[in-house]
């Protein structure tokens, strides 16, 4: 008996512990978190008319994108910015001006910490692999919700792991 009490406290710890705050919905115990990571949108894309894969049908959020889950938003978030590569934006510089753009952002800060991040020169052209741009999105992802928060709640090695499928899918 006393063995079944110990198993199933243990279960019910491996539960707890172990589910992925990735794919939880909004609800008041995650209220607090970071915008971005409530609505799985790691990057806070601004809500468009593109149809993203895993993209939730009907929003809560009146400004930005919400994903079914973390590796959707970081899917879209790569996606994107693999798309801004294809129209010429391949430095930090050109990247972050686009994707926060002055009149709502610090973009010169955004574009320091971004770049000091990925060890480049704000102008250098960032290479088109797929280590790079994981890289590139973990920092804006860091930048958008907060490094402790998405340490706590997404950490790097499955941020990673999503960025990198996401890159090659």
């Known amino acids: 008996m006393g063995l079944v009490v110990l198993l199933s406290g243990l279960l019910y710890w491996l539960y ?3 589910k992925t705050p990735s794919n939880a919905p909004a609800t008041a115990s995650n209220a607090s978190l970071p915008r971005g990571l409530r609505n799985n949108n790691p990057g806070n894309l601004v809500q468009s ?33 693999l798309d801004y590569r294809k129209k010429g934006f391949s430095t930090v510089q050109g990247i972050i001006n686009r994707w926060a753009p002055p009149v709502e952002n610090n973009t ?15 102008t250098a052209v960032i ?5 790079v741009y994981a890289d590139l999105a973990w920092s804006i ?29």
Request: proline content about 4%; overall charge positive; hydrophobic content about 40%.
């Open 127 to 131: 290479a088109n692999s797929a280590t």
């Open 49 to 81: 008319k593109l149809a993203w894969t895993g993209k939730v049908s009907n929003p809560t959020d009146s400004r930005f994108e919400q994903f079914t889950s973390q590796y959707y938003g970081t899917r879209a978030l790569v996606k994107n910015l």
């Open 108 to 122: 010169s800060a955004y574009v320091k910490g971004v770049a000091a991040a990925l060890r480049v020169a704000p």
């Open 141 to 169: 992802a860091c930048h958008e919700n907060g490094k402790a928060a998405m340490d706590k709640h997404y950490p790097y090695a499955r941020f990673y792991a999503d960025a990198l499928k996401a890159f090659n899918t």
């Open 16 to 18: 707890t512990t172990m």
